[in-house]
C-alpha cells in the first residue's frame, strides 16, 4: 500500500513562532531515478510553516537531488510535492495524474529560495547588484525600491558597508552573506541551504551560521543540508538522516542526534562528530 500525505504537526504550544502566512512544504511518495539508479526512494516529509529542518547524510545520499526537487529544479518520477497546498508535481506509475505548466513552475520558484555551496553570485555585478537583480527582473520592482530593500537586507547579513565590492573583493564567508541576502530580496517562504558552510574556510563558516540562525527566528521555512551537527542540534526543529535516496530517520534533533533509533543514524554520527 502506498503511504498516505503525512499529517502536518501543528506548531508546539508557546513555540513562539511568529505569525506569518505559508511556509507549508508536503513530500508525499517521491521516488527519484538518474537511470537504474534511485536517488529518491519514497521520501515522505512534512515542515510546518517557519520550521527548520536539518537534513544529513553521507554524500550522494540524495540530500542534494532532494532540495532541488522541492525548489522543482528535478522533476520527480513519482510522488508529489506541495507548497502551501499547491501541487507542484504528481506522477504515479509512469502515468501523469497532475503537473504544473513551467510558467506556474517558475511562479512558485519565487517562493522558495535555494542558498549553494559555491555561493553562485554573478561576478560581474556588486553585491547589491546581485541582490537586485532577481526582484528587479523576475518581481519587477523598481529600481529604487529594490536598492532600498537591498540595503536593508545588506545590512541585516552584517554587510553594509559591502554594496559596491565585487564577488572577488569579499571572503567566502561575505559572498555566502550576500547570496543569502540574495535569496531574502525575493521574499521567499521557503529558504533551501545546500551545504552552505562546506567551501568555507573554518574560520568562516561561524558567521554564516550566525545569518541562518538568524533567519530561523524570522518565521521562514528553513531546510538545511549540512554536516554541521552542533548547529542542527542548536537549530533545528527536526533533524532527517537520508542514506540510499530514503529517510532512514527524521524526529527531533535532541532524538535523533543524542539517541538514534536506526543503527545507520549511529554509525553515520560516528563518524562526522
Ligand atoms: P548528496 O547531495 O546527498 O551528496 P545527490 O542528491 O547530489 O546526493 O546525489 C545522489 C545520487 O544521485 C548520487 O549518486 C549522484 O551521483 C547521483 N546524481 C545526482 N545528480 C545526477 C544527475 N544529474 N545525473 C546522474 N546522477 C546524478
Ligand atoms: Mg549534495
Known amino acids: 500500500a502506498r503511504s498516505t500525505v503525512p499529517a502536518v504537526p501543528a506548531p508546539s504550544a508557546g513555540a513562539g513562532l511568529p505569525a506569518r502566512s505559508g511556509g507549508e512544504i508536503r513530500i508525499s ?29 553521507q554524500s550522494g545520499s540524495g540530500k542534494s537531488t532532494l532540495l532541488r526537487a522541492i525548489n522543482h529544479l528535478e522533476r520527480v518520477d513519482e510522488g508529489f510535492i506541495a507548497i502551501d497546498g499547491d501541487l507542484i508535481g504528481y506522477r504515479q506509475d509512469g502515468e501523469t495524474l497532475y503537473e504544473l505548466k513551467e510558467k506556474d513552475i517558475l511562479a512558485r520558484r519565487v517562493d522558495v529560495g535555494m542558498v549553494f555551496q559555491n555561493f553562485n553570485l554573478f561576478p560581474h555585478l556588486t553585491a547589491i547588484e546581485n541582490i537586485i537583480e532577481a526582484p528587479v527582473t523576475v518581481r519587477g520592482v523598481g529600481r529604487a525600491q529594490a536598492l532600498a530593500e537591498a540595503r536593508e537586507l545588506l545590512a541585516r547579513v552584517g554587510l553594509a558597508e559591502k554594496a559596491d565590492a565585487y564577488p572577488r573583493q569579499l571572503s567566502g564567508g561575505q559572498q555566502q552573506r550576500v547570496a543569502i541576502a540574495r535569496a531574502l530580496a525575493l521574499r521567499p517562504k521557503v529558504l533551501l541551504f545546500d551545504e552552505p558552510t562546506s567551501a568555507l574556510d573554518p574560520e568562516l563558516v561561524g558567521e554564516v551560521l550566525d545569518v541562518i540562525k538568524e533567519l530561523a ?57
Not at 30 to 56: C, M, Q, Y
Not at 238 to 264: K, S
Open 29 to 57: 511518495c517521491v521516488s527519484k531515478s538518474f537511470g537504474a539508479l534511485k536517488v529518491l526512494d519514497d521520501v515522505n516529509l512534512a515542515l510546518r510553516p517557519g520550521s527548520v529542518t536539518a537534513v544529513i547524510g
Open 217 to 273: 527566528r524570522s518565521g521562514v521555512t528553513l531546510v538545511i543540508v549540512t554536516h554541521e551537527i552542533a548547529f542542527a542540534r542548536e537549530v533545528a526543529d527536526q533533524v532527517v538522516f537520508m542514506e540510499d535516496g530514503r529517510i532512514l530517520e527524521q524526529g527531533p534533533p535532541a532524538r535523533v542526534l543524542a539517541e538514534p533509533d536506526h543503527p545507520r543514524t549511529r554509525e553515520f554520527l560516528a563518524k562526522v562528530l
